[in-house]
Each structure stands twice: as structure tokens, then as C-alpha cells.
């Protein structure tokens, strides 16, 4: 069987992403690979609910065949479920488990089910190691990586704000296995191919160009295609990862998409996966940069919407039903962008495409690049 092994070498906290089918049949082999001791252990697995009766019971007997002690919980994958009372029944099941400090988590689900189970590890008597089973494209190829976990925070004056506490902590060890992907919708699997499509413009034309070579390929499902993509995407993430693990300065990049994509995400009158709005975030924040002076020479609004397009993916907010609440949409979505976790000193920071491979971070946007980016999308 063949795996492959991308270091994520971030300093103190070396760690890495296998990319294997089969994996989680053989996760006992794989985590010992890795160094991660499952004999005797402590080990509690956090769970999708959505998938604990397939993916989530052959990791549980995969774990046990190491030689564990093995226990799962259970989380919904919604986001208005994604806050504080999920990681305190976490908590109470580790407790209930006999996990201590020596114990292990693993998530096995999407990027909420990562997020939160790696904020519960993160805060468990005061953190304990963490793994890393991404069942969906998006966490496969983005939300496992990294070490960013969280929740949701209400906002004040209403509405959910996006993953606003939280914590960075890094996985042991990551393993993705494409042969899970066979359960996920369609719908699913695009929205991760939004991320792949953030990645290819943060990297380069050579990406984007494979991208759009392969877009109907992709949007299908195609699992040839999605073999080649999964750990290509993978790498840039860990690349960018590993050069700025705290989110100083060139990570912030990969909130490419996402100042306006989480500020629409949450609205209570769309119905948006998290990667349609990044996709649709994308769109504005590129407008944005279009409408910038000086900022850019080489429009991408155009090319990103074509891809898009091709890849069954959003690019505005036409068909949702936030039409109805016109022209509060707008003011409605500037007022929650105000609430990002980039912002410095009440200035909007968004993240502008130049080109292909040159992206950057803006502090202090004018209102009038954030308005044509909104009126792009509205
Ligand atoms: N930590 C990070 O760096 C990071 C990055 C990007 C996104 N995120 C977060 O990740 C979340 C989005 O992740 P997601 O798109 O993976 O969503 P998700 O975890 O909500 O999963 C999406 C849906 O797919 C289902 N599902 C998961 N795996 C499945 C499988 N193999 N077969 C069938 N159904 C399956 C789930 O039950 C759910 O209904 C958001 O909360 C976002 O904030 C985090």
C-alpha cells in the first residue's frame, strides 16, 4: 500500500499528514509508523454522529487492534451546535473514560468535528495529544492541517460569530484516507474543492492552470483526479503552515475568501456549506482587489467565477433567500465582518488577490473596495 507522508515541520511541534487509501482499516500500523503509542492507552474517539456507525467503528476497532482502551463520543455537525457545551460533554466523556493526562483524542469527521475535538484536547488537563481523521475533501485537504481549533461564539446583537474562541493546537499526526470520500455527497465533496481552489491561487498559476484543466474531472468526483489533488492541496497548506504556524504574517493569507465567506456563512437566511461561502468570498474579496486602485494589474474576479462555475460552486448570493432582506444584506454582512478575528484596531484586514501566487494581506480596506466586493456578491 502505498501512503503519502507530507512533514508539516512546524518548530517544537514537528508533526504530518498521511494520505492513504485504506488508512483507517489500518490506523494500529499507521500510528505506530508515526510514533504515537496505542498500547495500554487511554484513547477517546470524537465522532461525526453522522458517520459513527460506518467510518467512525472501523477507526474504533482499527484503534483497539493497537492495543487500546477505546471509548467514543459523539458531535453533531452543525454550527449552531459548534460551541461551548459540545467540548464540556467531551470533557465529561474523557473524565467518564478514565483519560488522563497521558490519554488520547482523535476526531474523526469534517473540519467542525476536527475543531472542536482539537479545542477539547487543547483544554483537557490542560492538553493532551491529539489525532487527526478527516473524513471530508475540506478537512482533508485544509481544517486538519494546521493546528487551528474552535467554537463559536454568540455575537453581541445577534448571530453566531465564526470559530471567535479557540485555540491553536497541533495533531500528532494526521490521516486522511480518500476511500471515506465514497459516502460523502456531492455537494460535500465541492465544497472542499473551494478550498483546493483558495490553495491553487495562494500558490501559483502552474495550480490554478490544473485546476482548471481538471475542473469537470473534479466536480464529478473523479476519484483519479481527486488522488492527485488531495495531497498536492494538502502540501501548499502545510507549506504555508510551517513558515508562520501562529498567524503572523503569510498564513493570514489563507483566509483568503473567508472575511466575507464567514460573515455570509452564518446568516440565518442562506443555506451555505462553509466552502460555497468561501467560494462566494472569494468572488467579493477579488472584486474588492479589482476595485482598489492600484492593486491589482491582472482581474481575477472574472477567471475565479469561470472555475467556479465549472466546479458546480456559487458565486454570488443570487438564489439564496437573502433577496428578501435587501438592502440589509448588505449592512447586515459589513456589520459581521466587523467582528473578524484579522481586524486590528477597528480596520477591516481582508486578504486581496493581485494574481495568481500574489496575495495579500490589507489592513485598513477602504469602505469603498469592501462595498464593490459586497455589490459583487449581492
Ligand atoms: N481549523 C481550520 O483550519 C479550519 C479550516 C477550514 C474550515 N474549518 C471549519 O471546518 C468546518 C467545515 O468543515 P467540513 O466542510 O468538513 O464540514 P463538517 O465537518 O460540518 O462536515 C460536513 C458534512 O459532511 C458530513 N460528513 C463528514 N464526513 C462524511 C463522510 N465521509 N461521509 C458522509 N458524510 C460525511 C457531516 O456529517 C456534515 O453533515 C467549519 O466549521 C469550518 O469553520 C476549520
Known sequence: MHDTRIPIDIPSHPTALVVGEG???????????????????????????????????????????????????????????????AIERIWSA??????DRRGLMV????????DVAGFAAA??????????????????????????????LALPGGGLGKNLAGSFWQPKATFADPEVLATLSPREL????????????????????????????????????LARLIPESAAIKARIVAADPYERGVR???????????????????????????????????????????CTSVPMTARLCKLLTRLSLPTSLSGTRVGAILPSAHL??????????????????????RAAGDVFVAANAPEAAVDAGLRAIL
Not at 473551494?194 to 464529478?220: Q, W, Y
Request: with cysteine.
Open 252 to 294: 493570514a493569507t489563507l483566509n483568503f475568501g473567508h472575511t466575507f465567506g464567514h460573515a455570509i456563512e452564518t446568516l440565518p437566511e442562506v443555506d451555505l456549506l462553509h466552502g460555497e461561502a468561501v467560494a462566494i468570498g472569494m468572488v467579493a474579496a477579488s472584486a474588492a482587489a479589482e476595485a482598489w486602485p492600484g
Open 190 to 225: 465541492r465544497s472542499g474543492l473551494a478550498e483546493c481552489v483558495k490553495h491553487a491561487v495562494l500558490d501559483g498559476e502552474a495550480r490554478l492552470s490544473a485546476m482548471e484543466r481538471d475542473a469537470e474531472l473534479l466536480a464529478s468526483g473523479d476519484r483519479a483526479a
Open 107 to 114: 476526531a474523526v469527521g469534517g473540519g467542525l468535528t476536527g
Open 23 to 85: 488508512l483507517v482499516a489500518r490506523l494500529s500500523d499507521a500510528f505506530a509508523r508515526e510514533g504515537i503509542a496505542l498500547s495500554n492507552r487511554r484513547v477517546l474517539i470524537v465522532v461525526d454522529e453522522a458517520i459513527a456507525s460506518n467510518h467512525g467503528a472501523h477507526a474504533f476497532d482499527s484503534i483497539r487492534a493497537g492495543g487500546a482502551h477505546v471509548a467514543m463520543a459523539t458531535v453533531a455537525a452543525r454550527e449552531s451546535e459548534k460551541t461551548m457545551p
Open 332 to 353: 447586515e454582512i459589513r456589520r459581521r465582518m466587523g467582528f473578524d478575528k484579522k481586524n486590528e484596531g477597528g480596520g477591516l484586514r481582508l486578504i486581496l488577490p
Open 123 to 152: 483544554t483537557y488537563m490542560r492538553g493532551i495529544d491529539f489525532v487527526q481523521i478527516p473524513t471530508t475533501l475540506l478537512a482533508m485537504v485544509d481544517a486538519s492541517i494546521g493546528g487551528k481549533t474552535g467554537v463559536n
Open 94 to 99: 474523557a473524565l467518564a473514560h478514565g483519560l
